[in-house]
């Protein structure tokens, strides 16, 4: 079993660069220096506040409320991150707040952490955005929030809660809000951490609807990150995320649009094609609870980047076709496939990752079949369709995967109950 003590080592591997020490200054904000920032609102949970104004602040600056992962703090993500170099460039501000508590992770358990204005560290969080509104002229259709691990958990949480005050967030490496939820005091849910925790959309909405009853209005966009073998916070938590997002926000779980942006990078939109679609969701194949996070393509996605919206980032895939991976030649004929299964196990249950290769001749569409052993069962997929849960199952593509260019991957991948797979997956082209 999996204990807090996971996450906070894992808390370190989040960062993309070294962190050094930055001097703490009880002062007001000075531009282009990162200064602490005292007494600024309810604070239950003794939370401290740094605070980022770069040399050069827009007009109607935008709001970045950027949250560290376990073992972390602001400073170090100021210093680890490039958020802060790309608020000089385009001119927003950046809250860097920092858990005192001695995980060094953020609320994202109690009752009261995730209800609206119960208590616990997202009150603090809210007195720092109400702080820097209240002294700079900040565009309140920007206020964002970005998030790694813990905090990309909290990302979730804040959106969740204050859904009239963020526009959008980027989680990274996180889970729903409301699965590390727990009555017994503990800051850690091992059930949730190990992907044992699945829900269908309209519960996982129904959690952050109840979180603010009677709320009736828009929700924030989210962009979602998480590495296909994260051992930390299972991968199963990346879809569990889409399923919440797309239901809160109305939107079907089938993406509108599926590129490539970075290498072993598969994005998917959900609910619209361009960059600003509600619910983005980047998945990157073998790579675990650190992935090769992209603060420019994050800063787009929040509209950062001083434009009146977020722009559409670089696409691999055509515009007028989007579900269709860019060809340079004519569309490949049907013609073979391969596929490989990689398991990650647990006492009574397993998450398995498949990765569907085309073979010389492309796809136009795939059916892989597998064999569980006995007493193994199938309870929930994505990226395919499962026909039987249990014994011999075939899984075949959906409508925006089963279109492959010679050489081309894609994957899918399901939980269950049980013990894995039992026999190596076999695919058929076609």
């Known amino acids: ?30 531009a282009a220096t990162l200064t602490q ?4 609102g309810a604070n239950p949970t003794n939370l401290q506040m740094h605070l980022y104004v770069p040399d050069r602040v827009a007009a109607r600056p935008a709001l970045l409320l950027a949250l560290h992962y376990c073992t972390g703090s602001g400073p170090a993500l100021h210093t680890g991150f490039p958020l802060s170099s790309l608020a000089d460039r ?34 603090g969080l809210k007195s720092m955005v109400d702080y820097v509104r209240q002294r700079y002229p900040v565009d309140a259709s920007r206020i964002v929030a970005a998030g790694f691990s813990s905090g990309a958990m ?9 859904p009239d005050v963020f526009s959008a967030g980027v989680s990274s490496s996180g889970v729903p809000f409301g699965c590390f939820a727990t009555t ?33 209005g828009r929700r924030p966009r989210i962009q979602i990150w998480h590495g296909t073998t994260d051992t930390t916070l299972s991968y199963v938590n990346f879809g569990e995320q889409i399923k919440q997002w797309t239901n809160l926000h109305g939107v079907s779980q089938t993406p509108s649009y ?15 094609t361009g960059g600003t679609a509600p619910v983005e969701a980047i998945s990157f194949q073998g ?19 001083g434009a009146t919206g977020p722009t559409t980032p670089p696409a691999t895939t055509p515009p007028g076709n989007p579900t269709t991976p860019p060809a340079t030649t004519s569309p490949p004929a049907p013609g073979g496939c391969s596929a490989t299964a990689s398991v990650q196990s647990w006492t009574g249950g397993f998450v398995t990752t498949v990765r569907v290769t085309a073979g010389s001749g492309g796809t136009d569409g795939w059916t892989v079949s597998l064999t569980l052993p006995g007493g193994a069962s199938v309870t929930n997929t994505w990226n395919a369709t499962a026909s039987g849960s249990t014994g011999t199952i075939r899984f075949g593509n959906v409508g925006y995967n089963g279109q492959l260019a010679p050489g081309q991957a894609t994957e899918f991948g ?12 076999t695919c058929r082209a076609g």
């Open 1 to 30: 079993m999996r204990t807090r003590s996971s996450l906070l080592a894992a808390g370190l591997a989040t960062a993309v660069a070294a962190v050094t020490t930055v001097l703490m200054v009880a002062a007001p904000a000075q």
């Open 37 to 40: 920032v005292t007494n600024f």
């Open 90 to 123: 385009y001119g927003y501000i950046v809250i860097y707040p920092s858990v005192t508590r001695s995980s060094k992770c953020w609320d994202v358990s109690s009752p009261q952490a995730l209800r609206r204005d119960g208590g616990s560290d997202p009150i």
């Open 154 to 162: 909290m990302t979730n949480v804040m959106l969740g809660l204050y």
């Open 184 to 216: 017994n005091g503990s800051e850690w849910n091992s059930e949730c951490s190990g992907g044992r925790i699945t829900r269908t959309p309209q519960q996982w909405g129904d959690l952050v609807r109840n979180a603010y009853p009677g709320y009736p």
């Open 258 to 272: 599926t590129d490539y942006p970075q290498s072993s990078a598969t994005r998917t939109r959900y609910g619209g």
């Open 287 to 305: 790579y675990g609870h650190s992935i090769p996070f992209d603060g420019a393509q994050a800063v787009r996605f929040l509209g950062l980047d």
């Open 414 to 425: 399901f939980q269950g109950n049980g013990s894995g797979v039992g026999s190596a997956p």
